[in-house]
């Protein structure tokens, strides 16, 4: 099983800043694309940012040029530093990961999903 751990979140005021991460652990070969979602109270979850296994970016236009996503292959640990925050970034941030795993000569791919972490955005 792989478990994946957000951590970070918080009360910010706007334009503030605030750096969310999320540990991988467990078992598995690689990981390869991981990204950030959010989910506001009656809004669908959405993405926000994603990362492949090399470390090219993209993001949702709404967070362009605030959000920077970044990895540390080394760490298993997936980073979404928000900078010039708003109140409309208040959400629940998941971090997801495409993990690859064997069982015996077998070669699976898995989504996993992290708990969540509140970012909550004062005006």
């Known amino acids: 099983q792989v478990q994946l751990v957000e951590s970070g979140g918080g009360l910010v005021q706007a334009g503030g800043s605030l750096r969310v991460s999320c540990a991988a652990s467990?078992?598995?070969?690689?990981?390869?694309?991981m990204g950030w979602y959010r989910q506001a109270p009656g809004n669908q979850r959405e993405l926000v940012a994603a990362i492949t296994s090399g470390g090219s970016g993209n993001y949702v236009n709404s967070v362009k040029g605030r959000f920077t996503i970044s990895r540390d292959n080394a760490k298993n640990t997936l980073y979404l530093q928000m900078n010039s925050l708003k109140p409309e970034d208040t959400a629940v941030y998941y971090c997801?990961?495409?993990?690859?795993?064997?069982?015996?000569?077998?070669?699976?791919?898995?989504?996993?999903w992290g708990q969540g972490t509140q970012v909550t955005v004062s005006s």
């Open positions: 467990g078992s598995f070969s690689s990981i390869n694309a």
């Open positions: 997801n990961a495409d993990v690859t795993q064997y069982t015996g000569s077998y070669r699976y791919t898995s989504r996993y």
